[in-house]
């Protein structure tokens, strides 16, 4: 069976179509420009995450998300939960039980994380992965590759009417925007701003740099053989996996940091609850026979 590895970032997903509707409104200004067919529209920041909040619901509906007590999510709570907010930036995670290898996020602040990368990374290294996927957010690529996907799909579907408000989106709608999204890749100066991003994130939460460099050994290694033009088309725009490796080995080594990374233990089942065997004496009396 020949394997299909989905590089880390990219967003993979299948969209049903169907006649259902998810409420977004976008106000005027984009009704006006979707009428006028203005390519050059822009969506704001709050248009964006509305848009990405409802295509990655539907995902959610599509993929098996890990139940609360599963140990995939016990994991991420274990390791992410305590970084879903920072400066300018609010996230809601899930895991998806996919074997595929991937992670991303999207304008809203949706991270999902696929099963099949918790089972290749430790705790750093998926730290490191999850970080880079912040970075997207953070520096608004997320809001950038939603923008390109509304522009290429909704304008050009013409998904226009008269009234005064976009008052929704179909699925079908979304589904498209979703497809636009799969194909659509950051720059190159974006992913290597988002692995910056990473490694500071690292290093500011007192974690080990090294794990950075680690897990871009592990996507190389993946790329190498059969699946290796596969994922040079897919990476075409990006650095390649053992560049970004290099960099993340150079930032630390500048730092004073670096050191061979040793992968830990990878556990992702939930911890087996140990119970203590309560022993009871019993209390031998003697009685002494009168005489």
Known sequence: ???KFIIVGLLFATFGVTKMTAQINFGDKAIGAVQKGVTAFTLTNADAAALSKEAVAKMDTENEVAGPN????LRLNRVFGKHSTGEGYTLNY???KVKDVNAFATADGSVRVFSGLMDIMDDNELLA???HEIGHVANNDSRDAMRAAYQKEALIDGASSQSTKIAAVTDSQLGKIGSALI???HSRKQESEADLFAYNFLKKNGYDVNAEESAFRILAKMSEGAEASF???MMSSHPDSKQRADDAKK???KDGLYKPYVQQKIVNTVPV???TKKTTTTKKTTTTKKK
């Open 70 to 73: 599963d140990g995939y999510t």
């Open 94 to 96: 899930k895991v998806y």
């Open 129 to 131: 992965v999850i970080g």
């Open 273 to 275: 609850a140990t119970t």
């Open 231 to 233: 994922i040079e088309r």
């Open 183 to 185: 194909d659509s890749k």
């Open 251 to 253: 930032r630390a080594e």
């Open 1 to 3: 069976m020949k394997k």
